[in-house]
C-alpha cells in the first residue's frame, strides 16, 4: 500500500476507505490472551466518528486467526477480554470486541458461537455492516504514517517530506553529474575542446563532427522523457547545451568554409548568439565574438609560434654576413615578436614574423605553419585540400604587400625588400606555386634560397647594411 501523505484516503480490500487527511484519532492496542499477544491500530477519522466505527489493523495473521479460535472454543478463556468493555473508558476497547466476534461468527459460523448468545442479544450479529479488522502488511510502518498525518503532525510531517524530497532530488543531481563527469568529463573542457579545434578541421572532418553531437543531442532529450530530469536543471541543462549549442557553431563554421551559399544551413541569429554566449561563458553576444576573435588570434599564434621556432632553428645556420633582426617588441598574448610602426606614413602596426638584413636587401620572411594539401589556382585562390574536402584560405599576399610597404617607407631607397612565404610544415604539399608572384619556400630549404638569391640591382656597403638595421630598430615598438 502506497502510504502517500497528500492522498486524501486509503483504499482497503473490503471496500472501505480511511479518510487518511481527516484522521481523527490513531492508537496502538494490544490483547493478549493466554498465549496470544496481537496488536492492532485503532484509527478514527472524522466521518468514521460519526458511526462511532472504528478501523482495525493488524499485520499477525497466525495470531489473528489463533485469537479468533480462542474466541470460538475456549470462551472461558477470553471471557473477560469480550465481556469487560463496559468498565473501561475508551469505547474503541468495545468496538474492537464487536468486530472481533463478527470475524469469528464470519469465520465459524453462528452454530458455534452460543457461548455468547447473551452477547447475540445486545446487537453484535443486528449490524447491517460486515466490518472486522483488516490486514495490513506492517503495523509499525502504517501506525508511524498515520501518526505523523494527525492533525498536530503534519505540517511538521510535510516539511520534513519537502525535506527529504530535496535532499533525495540532490542526491539524484549529484548522481547525474557524478555520471556525465565519467562519461563526458567537466563542462569547461568540453567547451574549450570544441572552441581550439573547430578552426582546424576540414569541412567533412567538421560534418562527422556534427553529426556526432547531433546524435548526442538526441540522447539528452531521450534522456528526459525517459527519466522525467528538469531541462532547468543547471547541470544537466550544461550538458545538454554542449551538444546542442555546439551542433550550433560546427554548423556556423561548416557556412563559412562553405563558400556556395546556397548550400549553407540557416541558422537563427539569436541561437548563434547563444550558443557563442555560453560557449566563450561571456555576459553578451558581443563580449563573446570578441573572445572569439582573441582565441582564434591566439590559436593561429601558437600555431605560428610553432613554425616560426622552426624557421628560428633554421636561420642560424644562415652565414654570418646577414644580420638577423631581433624579436625586442611584444604582441597581444605578450610574448616577442617585431612589431614595426611609422605613424608619418600610416596610422597602424605591423608585425613580422623574421627580417634579415643583407648586401642583397631584407629578407622578409612570412612563415605559415599550414597543414595538408594547398593549391594556388590560376586565379591567385588559395585553397586547402584535406580529408577529400575543400577550404578557402585567405590569400598571404595582401598581408605580405603591407609589410614591404611599411619597411619601404622608412628603408633607404636603394634597399630592396625580399619577401618570402616560408611554410614550416614539412608534411605540406603546394601546387601552384607560379601562380603566387611571391617566393614560396619550404623551411628545410630556406637558408639555400636565402644566400642564393642572385639581386640583379647594386648590393648595399657595410655601412648601408648597419644603415638598415639601425632604422628598423629605431621604427620598432
Not at 567538421?206 to 528526459?224: D, G, H, I, P, R
Request: hydrophobic letters at 35%; charged letters at 30%.
Amino acid at each position: 500500500m502506497n502510504l502517500d501523505i497528500y492522498a486524501k484516503s486509503l483504499q482497503f480490500e473490503d471496500g472501505r476507505q480511511l479518510l487518511i487527511q481527516k484522521l481523527d484519532f490513531v492508537k496502538k492496542m494490544y490483547v493478549v490472551v493466554d498465549k496470544i499477544n496481537l496488536c492492532f491500530i485503532c484509527v478514527e477519522d472524522r466521518e468514521s466518528h460519526v458511526s462511532c466505527d472504528y478501523f482495525f489493523l493488524y499485520d499477525d495473521s497466525l495470531q489473528y486467526e489463533n485469537l479468533l479460535k480462542l474466541i470460538i472454543n475456549q470462551p472461558e478463556v477470553v471471557k473477560d477480554f469480550m465481556q469487560n468493555y463496559d468498565k473501561r473508558t475508551f469505547w474503541g476497547d468495545r468496538n474492537l470486541r464487536e468486530q472481533l466476534l463478527r470475524a469469528a461468527i464470519r469465520k465459524f459460523g453462528l452454530s458455534r458461537c452460543r457461548e455468547w448468545y447473551g452477547l447475540f442479544k445486545s446487537g453484535y450479529h443486528d449490524r447491517d455492516d460486515n466490518y472486522e479488522p483488516l490486514k495490513i502488511d506492517n503495523v509499525d510502518a502504517m501506525y508511524e504514517f498515520l501518526e505523523s498525518m494527525l492533525p498536530d503532525n503534519i505540517d511538521e510531517t510535510r516539511r520534513k517530506k519537502a525535506l527529504a524530497d530535496e535532499k533525495a532530488q540532490q542526491a539524484k543531481r549529484q548522481q547525474l553529474a557524478n555520471a556525465l563527469l565519467r562519461r563526458y568529463g567537466p563542462v569547461s573542457i568540453l567547451k574549450e575542446n570544441l572552441r581550439s579545434s573547430i578552426n582546424r578541421l576540414g569541412f567533412m572532418e567538421l560534418l562527422e563532427l556534427f553529426k556526432e553531437y547531433k546524435a548526442q543531442e538526441n540522447y539528452f532529450s531521450e534522456l528526459v522523457a525517459q527519466s522525467n530530469l528538469d531541462r532547468k536543471d543547471s547541470l544537466f541543462k550544461q550538458y545538454a547545451d554542449i551538444y546542442r549549442l555546439g551542433s550550433v557553431l560546427i554548423s556556423d563554421r561548416m557556412n563559412q568554409i562553405n563558400r556556395n551559399k546556397t548550400k549553407n544551413k540557416y541558422i537563427p541569429q539569436d541561437l548563434l548568439d547563444e550558443a557563442m554566449v555560453f560557449y566563450y561563458d561571456a555576459d553578451s553576444p558581443q563580449d563573446a565574438y570578441a573572445a572569439r576573435s582573441a582565441e582564434i588570434y591566439s590559436q593561429a599564434k601558437e600555431s605560428g609560434d610553432k613554425g616560426e621556432k622552426k624557421v628560428d632553428y633554421a636561420l642560424k645556420w644562415l652565414d654570418t654576413s646577414y644580420v638577423k633582426i631581433e624579436k625586442r617588441s611584444k604582441d597581444k598574448a605578450g610574448n616577442p615578436c617585431i612589431l614595426i610602426s611609422n605613424p608619418t606614413f600610416i596610422d597602424e602596426k605591423q608585425e613580422y614574423d623574421h627580417l634579415i638584413v643583407s648586401s642583397k636587401g631584407v629578407f622578409s620572411i612570412e612563415t605559415k605553419n599550414f597543414a595538408g594539401k594547398l593549391v594556388v589556382d590560376k586565379s591567385g585562390n588559395w585553397i586547402r585540400k584535406k580529408d577529400g574536402g575543400e577550404e578557402g584560405m585567405k590569400n598571404p599576399l595582401q598581408q605580405v604587400r603591407q609589410h614591404e610597404k611599411l619597411l619601404a617607407s622608412f628603408l633607404p631607397r636603394e634597399c630592396h625588400i625580399i619577401s618570402i612565404l616560408c611554410i614550416a610544415n614539412d608534411k605540406a604539399v603546394i601546387e601552384g606555386e607560379e601562380h603566387c608572384p611571391i617566393p614560396i619556400v619550404k623551411s628545410d630549404l630556406l637558408v639555400e634560397f636565402i644566400e642564393n638569391w642572385k639581386e640583379t640591382g647594386s648590393e648595399l656597403s657595410d655601412d648601408q647594411k648597419e644603415d638598415c638595421v639601425a632604422t628598423i630598430y629605431e621604427h620598432m615598438v
